[in-house]
């Protein structure tokens, strides 16, 4: 199973008595981008944090590059090469541009390392807000930051929490973009997204999550062709 | 007066020397709240130790050659040792109460405090321990026409080039920028990949090491005493609470106010500096409630413990043990000694105090840590109106309440107007005015000897008597309280509690709710109060004090917060158990502090919640 960088088996995840997630199992392969889709509280963002380790698996298996990880604080799976965007984004707002890429900034293990300089080529408007406080930035622009930021610990994969979500559309497409240029610098990325047109315009692959359950599990220029299949998973 | 400027000018600064240390030792505390999180009572402990490793490190240096670097070569040793204290105290205290309520860090910590004082006097004895002079700067400075100790102006110097280095630490290294981004998020940080253990191993460093060195540099100044501890941290909480917690800018500001209202405030009114200080606090948080340059915290609920749930009521074998239990009570003096009574009276009067003190924290969500201003202040109102005015002792009783009630009402409509951690230290500030006046204002008082004299009336004036004179008001008064919270009124300060906004959604004013609840626990807190004067025959300030307000806070800690009965049953435990061993040990505080700590780590629900569990595998109902 060289071919997949993650592989996420009969995982059960949730907050105090309330289960959220039911068993999610999806696999993603090595420079793969994945959708995972649903509605508002169908446990995207859950599935994400609890592969990322930042919401205590209860059952099941997450394995990275082959090696067990759940069970294992944050920290830790970050540096195995596995980035994580939260859906706030949450950059550090009282730091700079530049600072909240350091923050990130983690050693390369084998390939070409991000830099800023680099960051700057995907993302552009970021170029000029160095020393910008992160406070003083744009929705958009925080969303550029936090993946840039990600980006610095150089993961070979990266779980990246509806990257659309409030975005005005020019963003939307710069974003799109961004995702594409992961994709060619070989990096997986699976994306938890509402945004059908956004997901299936990056994705290879989509997963359709509903109530802690995968639902739909395949191609997404399957997805993207059968309308009545959509309509039965993504009435959003 | 005619004051003259070159008067003035020395004033202010020897106000900027204080306020330089002040800032030095107020930084840490800043520094590590902001990242961890975590209110550091222990900090006063590091500042006191690094006063002592000074005073034995710099004289062994200075016999090698006296010399200014030698001297502070000591002072920044001194400084690093207790930096490696704070170490030990992450890695084995730390680390495992990052996420437990607020309330249980503050009483962790104050835990530690406890060890170290009994650890400074077993170690360097209970005698003040004066320290050298800073070799090369013994002598005076001429500043116009007035002498001016020129170690003064060094420190003047010390505060602002500490901010520089921090501020350099802060931004220019990665380590400074990895702090202040866990200062706003910790989880994101992990998520990045940082390990935020060592992060905070290195945080409590710097912050002891801050302490540290804000007490080895105080010692050409005032002698290594046990306790230091007590006083600086009261002052450092302010200026963190002033400058905002967390922001280290906001502290140097703060010093720097507090520094020059002490400095002008001792010549204006020289018997209440401390009141001037508190009273700026109290100020600046009504009208900036997160300090001068801090921030709403991002989330205040965590910081609840759990409370009160929806209160049950008792099945029969809990009724049995109330009878039985007050039956105990009530034919004590038919078997026991004097002792026993006095013990027995003893637990009464703290159970009413605990109950009070939880009718706040476990039903109404506001932690108080100084709920001991308003058993104290009931105490010196009876004690005072018996000893001054002549007064029969069943008035006294009834002012008593009045009179902490009064205070509860007005302190607190300040203190309702804040939330979590911010609320405690604002609770903390009354509560030392309230102890600075009755330990500063002398005349009426009698200061820190208190007043002695206040015996009950004639006919309550057997011991035996006043136990049942004591064991029907206190149990009264829980019978009234316990109906408060019962009461559609407890109900709303329970929603205010979990949820103001939806509490104010459906129509509760929670604000008068929290102060009417704050003044009804104060007036009971008073009451028991009153009755503690009487039955002691004496008042002093340490029944205002913090170990007091900790010593309430332990009770319903090892009660359990989450249940209605449980403080008497936690005050009952432990004033015994404190009765029973601190005859036994030198270093009862050294045991109080290690217990406390192991309350919070093992038991953090309480006895009442071990057997509210039990209850409820065995029923299973809820408590």
């Given at each position: 199973m060289a071919d997949k960088v993650l592989e996420v088996e009969a995982l059960r995840a949730g907050y105090g008595p309330a289960e959220i997630l039911f068993?999610?199992?999806?696999?993603?392969?090595?420079?793969?981008?994945?959708?995972?889709?649903?509605?508002?509280?169908?446990?995207?963002?859950?599935?994400?944090?609890?592969?990322?380790?930042?919401?205590?698996?209860?059952?099941?298996?997450v394995r990275f590059a082959g090696q067990e990880i759940s069970g294992m604080p944050a920290f830790r799976i970050a540096r195995l090469g596995l980035g994580y965007v939260p859906e706030d984004r949450r950059i550090f707002t009282d730091l700079t541009v530049a600072e909240n890429l350091e923050v990130g900034r983690r050693a390369a293990r084998g390939h070409a390392a991000w830099t800023p300089e680099r960051l700057f080529e995907i993302f552009p408007n970021l170029a000029a807000m160095r020393g910008r406080r992160a406070a003083a930035m744009s929705g958009g622009e925080q969303q550029m930051l936090a993946i840039a930021r990600t980006l610095m610990g150089n993961p070979d994969a990266v779980l990246l929490d509806e990257p659309s979500e409030g975005l005005a559309p020019v963003i939307l497409e710069l974003m799109a973009e961004a995702v594409l240029s992961m994709k060619r610098e070989g990096i997986a990325v699976l994306l938890s997204e509402q945004n059908f047109d956004f997901a299936a315009a990056v994705a290879d692959r989509a997963y359709v999550i509903e109530r802690g359950e995968i639902r739909y599990d395949g191609s997404m220029a399957a997805l993207e062709a059968d309308p009545a299949l959509r309509a039965q998973h993504l009435t959003l | 007066m005619s004051v003259e400027f070159s008067f003035l000018l020395v004033q202010a600064l020897s106000g900027l020397a204080s306020a330089s240390s002040l800032f030095i030792i107020a930084s840490g505390l800043t520094l590590v709240f902001g990242v961890t999180r975590i209110v550091n009572f222990a900090h006063g402990s590091f500042y006191m130790l690094g006063a002592y490793m000074a005073v034995t490190i710099v004289p062994w240096l200075l016999q090698i050659e006296r010399s200014p670097t030698l001297f502070f070569a000591g002072v920044l040793i001194s400084a690093a040792v207790v930096g490696v204290l704070g170490v030990a105290m992450e890695i084995l205290l730390l680390r495992r109460i990052y996420k437990v309520p607020e309330l249980f860090q503050l009483l962790a910590t104050f835990g530690v405090v406890l060890m170290v004082q009994d650890a400074v006097l077993h170690i360097w004895g209970p005698l003040d321990i004066a320290g050298p002079r800073a070799p090369g700067l013994r002598h005076g400075v001429m500043i116009l026409d007035q002498r001016f100790p020129a170690y003064?102006?060094?420190?003047?110097?010390?505060?602002?080039?500490?901010?520089?280095?921090?501020?350099?630490l802060m931004h220019k290294t990665?380590?400074?920028?990895?702090?202040?981004?866990?200062?706003?998020?910790?989880?994101m940080v992990g998520a990045l990949g940082v390990n935020q253990a060592l992060l905070f191993t290195g945080t409590l460093f710097l912050g002891a090491f801050l302490a540290g060195l804000g007490g080895a540099l105080q010692i050409p100044r005032v002698s290594a005493s046990a306790q230091m501890d007590l006083a600086i941290i009261t002052e450092a909480f302010v200026v963190t609470v002033i400058g905002g917690m967390g922001s280290i800018g906001g502290a140097f500001l703060a010093a720097l106010l507090i520094g020059q209202l002490q400095a002008f405030g001792v010549l204006i009114f020289p018997k209440i500096t401390l009141v001037l200080v508190f009273l700026l606090m109290a100020l600046v948080l009504v009208v900036k409630p997160w300090g001068l340059l801090g921030r709403p915290e991002?989330?205040?609920?965590?910081?609840?413990?759990?409370?009160?749930?929806?209160?049950?009521?008792?099945?029969?074998?809990?009724?049995?043990?109330?009878?039985?239990?007050?039956?105990?009570?009530?034919?004590?003096?038919?078997?026991?000694?004097?002792?026993?009574?006095?013990?027995?009276?003893?637990?009464?009067?703290?159970?009413?105090?605990?109950?009070?003190l939880n009718f706040l924290v476990g039903n109404g969500g506001i932690v108080s840590f100084g709920h001991a201003a308003y058993f104290g202040l009931g105490a010196y109102a009876s004690g005072l109106l018996v000893t001054k005015l002549g007064m029969p002792m069943e008035p006294a009783l009834i002012v008593a309440p009045l009179a902490s009630g009064f205070f509860a009402a007005l302190f607190g409509f300040f203190i309702v107007r804040l939330q979590g951690i911010y609320l405690a230290m604002l609770t903390l500030a009354f509560a030392q005015i309230a102890y600075a006046v009755c330990f500063q204002w002398v005349e009426v008082t009698g200061g820190?000897?208190?007043?002695?004299?206040?015996?009950p009336a004639p006919w309550a004036a057997s011991r035996i008597v006043y136990h049942y004179l004591v064991l029907v008001v206190a149990v009264l008064g829980i019978i009234a309280l316990r109906h408060v919270i019962y009461a559609p009124f407890g109900a709303s300060l329970r929603a205010a509690?979990?949820?103001a906004a939806r509490a104010e959604a459906i129509g509760i004013d929670v604000r008068a709710h929290r102060w009417l609840g704050f003044t009804i626990a104060g007036a009971a807190a008073g009451l028991a109060g009153g009755l503690y004067a009487f039955s002691k025959g004496s008042i002093d300030p340490t029944l205002l004090g913090i170990p007091l307000s900790v010593d309430f806070l332990a009770m319903i800690l090892l009660g359990g917060m989450q249940s209605v009965v449980?403080?008497?049953?936690?005050?009952?435990a432990f004033h015994s158990i404190k009765d029973v061993f601190m005859p036994l040990t030198d270093h009862w505080r050294f045991l109080l502090g290690a217990s406390i700590i192991a309350l919070v780590l093992i038991f953090p629900r309480g006895l009442g919640g071990a057997y509210a569990s039990l209850r409820a595998r065995f029923t299973g109902g809820a408590p």
């Open positions: 068993g999610v199992s999806l696999k993603l392969a090595r420079g793969e981008v994945a959708a995972l889709m649903g509605r508002n509280g169908a446990g995207k963002s859950t599935t994400l944090k609890a592969i990322m380790g930042l919401l205590p698996p209860r059952a099941g298996q | 003064e102006l060094f420190l003047i110097a010390a505060g602002p080039v500490v901010l520089g280095l921090l501020w350099l990665r380590f400074g920028i990895l702090l202040r981004a866990a200062t706003r998020d910790r989880e991002a989330a205040p609920p965590s910081a609840m413990p759990e409370g009160i749930a929806s209160p049950g009521r008792f099945c029969v074998f809990e009724k049995l043990l109330v009878a039985l239990a007050l039956l105990v009570a009530a034919m004590l003096p038919l078997f026991g000694d004097a002792y026993a009574v006095k013990v027995a009276t003893e637990v009464l009067i703290f159970g009413l105090a605990a109950f009070s820190d000897n208190g007043i002695v004299g206040v015996w509690r979990d949820s449980g403080p008497v049953l936690g005050a009952a």
